[in-house]
Each structure stands twice: as structure tokens, then as C-alpha cells.
């Protein structure tokens, strides 16, 4: 059994419109996100285990879709930034998502310009690659 | 071919053997389903006594701590596909994990996912005190978020004979079925004897059979979560379990018995009719023959615990686990065992006369206890160091202040101060001066002193890793 379920959560930064996405499952197509109106993007699929994705990054200006003050605050940005990524619903930690993110050669998961982000899903199970990650997940509330 | 129901333990316990999966595989096969045990907290102790970083499992199982030093990442998955495959060699419909105690958690939830991944047709079941953090705690967060999660698909709570039978019949409404609430059952006698049948006992270093004789207890220790659990104590008639001692030598040629409860000695009646019965059986027979048995005792005064009741003990081959808990007598009263020292003394000279074995139960750094109370219990074992030879072990555990207990209710009239949400040993005694290192400096002293005596003292390694 090499199916695994992913469950992946980006934060969408709007200028201008958003980022458009196309994500690509071992070369194949699966989404192609270029009508998304919402500020979050959520991604349910069903894939083979191990698996490489690609997330090939467009629909940004340089010039025109990050808006910043006088100050060189950014008031708006366009942007995706990885938030969540599940598999079979078990969610790797916040520092584990910067582990597997490669932006534009850089582990990075704030995805701010026109680049292909990739995340490898290797070892032998999703069991393997979480322990090897050091994924440990604590479910004790305090009493 | 397929079974109903897998009943499997899981680590960490130390190497004995798991009682819960015998119990369910004769209650459920007496219902009509079939089903198969497995311990796997057994083998997980023998594949970690035997690999070479096999503490690097025992640490993982118990705080799910990873050395990629030493690789520990592939022992620990290696481990759980190794574990997998002999649960799938079963071919099971439904999976049931036993978690003894909160030290189950990682590997039950790891394993889980795993199961999940590779099969996820079984359906797996989670039970057992472990499944709660704390067993008289109120949160059942880690079954219920396992639940959410997908990695399980039903946990029970409480006493599993009556819920599992339930379970398997489709009756999710049952009171205990992925509630925090359960029902006590009323009658320990009403079920068959455990079925160790696919236990393998090669697997234990002491071969043992573990026997449940009673639930709950007759006291109401402050500090003790078990009689938040089980709140009424429930016995067994001793004829029962003696029967059920010959049933288990006469499968499995084994003789030596460990009693799974809080106490031995509740119900006296009962009680000493298993030691007759006992008596009786081993009378004329070689040692290696004999029925041998260890269990909690509490202790009791000269009249009620006399000197023929030593003689029967003598002849069972009986080793008592006295929960003494502290020497110093108004502590010791003050937390609700209610005897005085003179007594503890006649235990231990019984125990030299008799050459039973006892080991002490003691709770070290008790919140009422003072440092004055500290140098008392050391001199107090020194004065007793011509009882060493005969005490087995002194089991020292730190103080701890467990969620739902009495003890935890009267913090604040013994001084006693600590952070919200911390581990149950992180607490100062603020009017007595005494902080966690304190205490902890305490018991290290404690047990060099007493090994200076001759006494063999055992401390919690848990207890040990979560201090230092």
C-alpha cells in the first residue's frame, strides 16, 4: 500500500490579484490554481508514495504586486506561504515545513516570487520519512 | 484466515507479561468471536534488550525522543514495521491496542499510523489506563485527537470485558465507547479465565502469569489516582482464583504468579483462602512444583496480620510489595494509611522470621514531610539495616502530585506551590523550604545511604530522565 493522503495549506498574499500555481505530482499536472479568490489555499489529493511535488510559482510583478509606504512597509504582498502539510492527516511541525520546502534553491516556505518550490517525499513509508524528520507529535494537554 | 479481533499490548513495560490482552481474548472468544494476543510491549523489551542502542527504543517509547546519532530513527521505524508484519500475519478485522499506562502513548500512536498506512481496512481500538494521560485525570485528549486524527478509530474507557464484547456486536452507544465516562463492572467472578494461549514466555525473562484477584482498594490514599478510577473496591472469591491459578499451571507449566491489583490483602476473608488453598497445593511438592506469587500488601496491625498468617505466607512462597510509603508515622497516617510504625517493625521481623520476601513502597519527599522528617526516614532505615538481607527491594519514587486526586485538592494547606500544567514531581513546598532539586538531591542521598546499609534500592527511571 503506497497511497498516502496530503493535505497541504498555503496562506495567499493578494496584490494585485493572487499567485497563480500549477502543481505537478512526479511531472504529472494535478492543480492548476489560477483563479483562487480566497486567502486560504487548501490542497486535498491522494498520491503514490514516495513522490516528488513542484509548485511552479507565476503571476507576479515585481514592480507592481508588492505595495510598500514611504517607510518601506509592505502594506500588501502577493504571495503563498505553506502553513500546513499533512500526510495521511498527521501534520508535520512548523520547523519541519521549512526542512522539505526548497524555493528557489533555499529551504523557504514564504514563496514570494516566480520560482518552483519542491517538496520530496522520500524514504520508504510516510512513517520513515515523519521519524527521520524528528516529527514528533506530542498529544498531551496539561492536566 | 481472518480473526475478529487482534488484542495486542504495547510498550514500554518493563518485560512481564501484559494481562489485558488474555483477559479480552476469552471474554470476546466466550461471546462467540474468535481472536488472537499478541504482547507486543514484551517483545518490544526483549527486541531492546537485545539490540545493541536498545535504550534508544525505550527512550523513544517513553518520550519520543530520537538520536539520529545513533540511527535511532531507523531502529524505531525498523521496529514498527517489524511489529506491523506480526500483527498482519493475524489477519485481523479489528485491531485492539492495551496501553498499561501513559508511557504507551508514542509507540501506540506511531504504530497506529503505520497500520493505518500499510492496511487501512483494520480498524483499530484503543484501551487501557494509558489511553488517558493521567487515569483519574478528566482528559482524554490524546485518545480523542487520535480519533480526529484518523490513526485510531474507537478507544474505550475503563473496564474493558463488558464494552469490548459491545463493541464487536456494533453497539457504539455503549457507556465507555469513545466516552470519558464508564461503568465499573459489578462482579469479577462473572468472566472466564484469561486465555494466555498465544502469549510466548520466552519472551519474559521471570516467567509469571499475572492474575487479577481485585480492583480498586480499601483505602483512600490521598496521593493515589487508582481509587478515582476504580471507586469501589471489587474482589474475587478466592476459590475463584485459585482455580484459575491451577487452570493456568495446568496450561502453561508455570507456577509463579504476580497479582495485578492495588492489594492483596483487601478482603481478608478471601484472602486467606487462597493462601489455604495455596498452602494445601504446594504441601509435599518440590519447590520447583509450588506456586509462588508477589502482590501489594498493605499493612496492618500484629492482631489483624498474625503470626499463622506469616506460616501460610511462608508456604506460598509469597513476596509482598508493602506499601509503607513514608517511616515518618504522622505523615504516613496524615496521607491515609492509617498504622504505626510498631507495625511496619512486626512486618519486617515477620518477614526475617519467616523468611518472606517484602519489598518497601516508599514515596520519597512527601509534601507534608519536613527536612527534619527527611533525616528521620534515613535514620530510621539505618537503625533497620539488620532487615536488609531480608527486604528485596526499596522502591523510592519521588512525590507526585497526580490530577484528580485528594492530594492534589489539599495543595495549598500543605504550602505546596507549583507552575499550572507541569509535570506531576515539579513542586516546591514553599513553608518548609523544599524545592524539586532539594528533593531530588534528597532521594540521591537517600538511596546511597541505604545501599551503604546492604538494602537494594530500586528508583523509577522515569522519574529520574524527568528530573534531570
Known amino acids: 500500500m503506497n497511497k498516502v493522503n496530503l493535505s497541504i495549506e498555503f496562506e495567499m498574499g493578494y496584490c494585485n490579484g493572487y499567485m497563480q500555481c500549477k502543481v505537478l505530482n512526479n511531472d504529472k499536472e494535478i492543480f492548476d490554481i489560477k483563479n483562487n479568490e480566497n486567502k486560504i489555499l487548501k490542497l486535498d489529493f491522494t498520491t503514490d508514495w514516495p513522490t516528488i511535488l513542484r509548485f511552479e510559482l507565476t503571476n507576479k510583478d515585481p514592480n507592481r504586486d508588492t505595495a510598500i509606504d514611504e517607510n518601506g512597509n509592505i502594506l500588501e504582498n502577493k504571495y503563498m506561504w505553506l502553513k500546513k502539510f499533512a500526510v495521511n492527516n498527521l501534520p508535520l511541525n512548523e520547523p519541519n515545513l521549512y526542512k522539505i520546502a526548497v524555493f528557489a534553491g533555499k529551504n523557504e516556505i514564504f514563496w514570494d516570487r516566480n520560482e518552483t518550490a519542491t517538496i520530496e517525499l522520500t524514504e520508504d513509508t510516510p512513517t520513515r520519512w515523519l521519524l527521520s524528520l524528528n516529527n514528533v507529535i506530542y498529544l498531551r494537554e496539561a492536566p | ?468
Open chain 2, 1 to 468: 484466515m481472518s480473526v475478529d479481533i487482534l488484542f495486542s499490548s504495547t510498550p514500554w513495560i518493563d518485560g512481564t507479561p501484559c494481562l489485558a490482552p488474555a483477559i479480552l481474548k476469552s471474554v470476546v472468544e466466550h461471546n462467540g468471536f474468535s481472536a488472537k494476543t499478541i504482547d507486543l510491549a514484551a517483545y518490544v523489551y526483549q527486541c531492546a534488550q537485545n539490540h545493541p542502542n536498545g535504550n534508544q527504543i525505550q527512550k523513544f517509547c517513553q518520550q519520543q525522543y530520537i538520536n539520529f546519532d545513533l540511527g535511532a530513527d531507523k531502529i524505531i521505524a525498523d521496529l514498527i514495521e517489524d511489529c506491523t508484519e506480526k500483527i498482519l500475519a493475524h489477519n485481523p478485522k479489528i485491531l485492539g491496542f492495551s496501553m498499561l499506562s501513559q508511557e504507551s502513548q508514542f509507540f501506540t500512536m506511531w504504530l497506529s499510523y503505520h497500520i493505518k498506512h500499510v492496511a487501512p481496512d483494520i480498524k483499530i481500538i484503543i484501551g487501557g489506563s494509558g489511553v488517558k494521560n493521567f487515569i483519574a485525570g478528566s482528559n482524554i485528549f490524546y485518545a480523542q485527537e487520535l480519533r480526529n486524527l484518523g490513526i485510531i478509530d474507537d478507544f474505550i474507557m475503563g473496564d474493558g470485558e463488558h464494552a469490548m464484547v459491545e463493541y464487536l456486536l456494533n453497539n457504539r452507544e455503549f457507556n465507555g465507547i469513545n466516552t470519558p465516562t464508564w461503568a465499573q463492572i459489578g462482579n469479577l467472578d462473572d468472566f472466564p479465565f484469561p486465555n494466555f494461549d498465544d502469549y510466548n514466555f520466552d519472551w519474559y525473562n521471570i516467567k509469571s502469569i499475572p492474575v487479577c484477584d481485585s480492583r480498586g482498594c480499601v483505602r483512600k490514599c490521598e496521593f493515589c489516582d487508582i481509587i478515582k478510577h476504580w471507586t469501589s473496591y471489587k474482589y474475587r472469591s478466592g476459590n475463584s482464583v485459585f482455580q484459575e491459578i491451577l487452570h493456568q499451571i495446568d496450561k502453561h507449566n508455570i507456577y509463579n504468579f504476580s497479582f495485578y491489583n492495588s492489594l492483596t490483602n483487601g478482603n481478608m476473608k478471601q484472602f486467606e483462602i487462597i493462601l489455604d488453598l495455596i498452602c494445601d497445593y504446594n504441601q509435599g511438592k518440590v519447590r520447583t512444583k509450588q506456586i509462588s506469587w508477589d502482590g501489594y500488601f498493605i499493612v496492618r496491625d500484629q492482631l489483624r496480620h498474625p503470626e499463622r498468617l506469616w506460616k501460610k505466607l511462608q508456604k506460598n512462597n509469597a513476596h509482598l510489595l508493602l506499601g509503607v510509603e513514608s517511616v515518618v508515622e504522622h505523615v504516613r497516617i496524615g496521607l491515609g494509611k492509617n498504622f504505626k510504625n510498631d507495625a511496619i517493625d512486626y512486618h519486617l521481623e515477620m518477614a526475617k522470621k519467616y523468611n518472606v520476601k517484602v519489598s518497601l513502597l516508599m514515596i520519597v519527599g512527601y509534601p507534608t514531610e519536613t527536612k527534619a522528617d527527611f533525616e528521620f526516614t534515613k535514620k530510621w532505615f539505618v537503625e533497620r539495616k539488620r532487615y536488609a538481607p531480608y527486604i528485596k527491594n526499596v522502591i523510592a519514587t519521588l512525590a507526585a502530585i497526580l490530577p484528580g486526586t485528594e492530594l492534589e485538592k489539599n495543595l495549598a494547606n500543605y504550602g505546596v506551590v507549583r507552575d499550572e500544567g507541569t509535570i506531576p514531581i515539579m513542586w516546591q513546598n514553599e513553608e518548609a523550604n523544599i524545592s524539586e532539586s532539594y528533593r531530588y538531591e534528597y532521594l540521591l542521598s537517600f538511596r546511597s545511604l541505604l545501599e551503604q546499609n546492604g538494602f537494594f534500592v530500586s528508583v523509577d527511571d522515569t522519574t529520574l530522565q524527568e528530573v534531570t
